[in-house]
């Protein structure tokens, strides 16, 4: 099994003017929202990409599904198949049952499959030092799939990131435009049309970019050598094995 890193940093972008825009907006309507405007979109990007949406838009693509559970997948029938319960896996499902435990009947694999595979290979590690550095990794012994993964959760967390800006944004001008119909001091009426400047400046610097929220500032990788199993841990694993049997021995008097 190894990793395949990629290496993501925030998009330059002006935050500090968004930052300003929508607190402008907020003290013209009245409402505070502060605690809003101090929302870091990298870490965002970095929380969705394991996110039941992002899951759900790789769940969509056929080609990828066939290939990443190619093992219920047939390709003659061009069907789902359940896999085979081997006799260990029948006793522990029987043993999780007496227990009480859910054990859930196989199903054609979706978006809840796609999360839980991210969920257990897929992690982000932050230096604390340097939060603006991500590395994105993904445990595999399927590399050119894993590079392909890390692309697409990737896009897809971004463009989720970029629409949903998009969506609170077209609200904010909409109401604005609905403010500056109604308002008659010049000088609240000033202030509406310098945000809604700003407003419309940001939903095109938002649509014009190819990266949102986070770019990609080192492509996929994959490591020198396995992360697992490591052979070190096997050597000391077959030494403390080989010493339990010769004292086992040695005491029962067998050798």
């Not at 502060?34 to 056929?62: I, K």
């Not at 202030?191 to 500032?217: H, P, R």
Request: hydrophobic share 40%; proline share 5%; with cysteine.
């Amino acid at each position: 099994v190894y990793s395949v890193q990629m290496i993501v940093t925030p998009v330059n972008a002006t935050s500090s003017n968004v930052s300003s825009q929508i607190s402008g907006l907020a003290s013209l309507a009245g409402v505070n929202l502060q605690g809003s405007s101090n929302l870091n979109q990298f870490q965002l990007y970095l929380e969705d990409l394991n996110s039941r949406e992002v899951a759900d838009a790789l769940a969509r693509d056929d080609d990828y599904m066939h290939t990443l559970f190619a093992y219920e997948w047939d390709a003659k029938t061009q069907s789902w198949r359940e896999p085979p319960v081997g006799l260990l896996a029948s006793i522990k499902m029987a043993i999780l049952s007496g227990l009480g435990y859910p054990v859930h009947k196989w199903h054609p694999p979706d978006g809840l499959s796609v999360q839980g595979y991210l969920n257990r290979d897929l992690t982000v590690y932050q230096e604390p030092r340097h939060p603006f550095i991500a590395t994105i990794s993904l445990r595999t012994s399927n590399i050119p799939l894993a590079e392909v993964t890390l692309r697409k959760v990737n896009k897809l967390a971004d463009d989720h990131l970029r629409q949903e800006a998009l969506a609170r944004t077209s609200k904010y001008i909409s109401y604005l435009t609905n403010q500056l119909q109604t308002v008659t001091l010049a000088g609240q009426r000033d202030a509406i049309t310098t945000t809604l400047s700003d407003q419309e400046k940001y939903a095109m610097m938002a649509n014009a970019g190819d990266s949102y929220a986070a770019q990609v500032f080192d492509r996929p990788s994959t490591t020198a050598f396995p992360v697992s199993p490591r052979p070190t841990a096997v050597y000391l694993s077959w030494i403390v094995l080989c010493w339990v049997l010769g004292a086992i021995l040695i005491l029962t008097g067998h050798y």
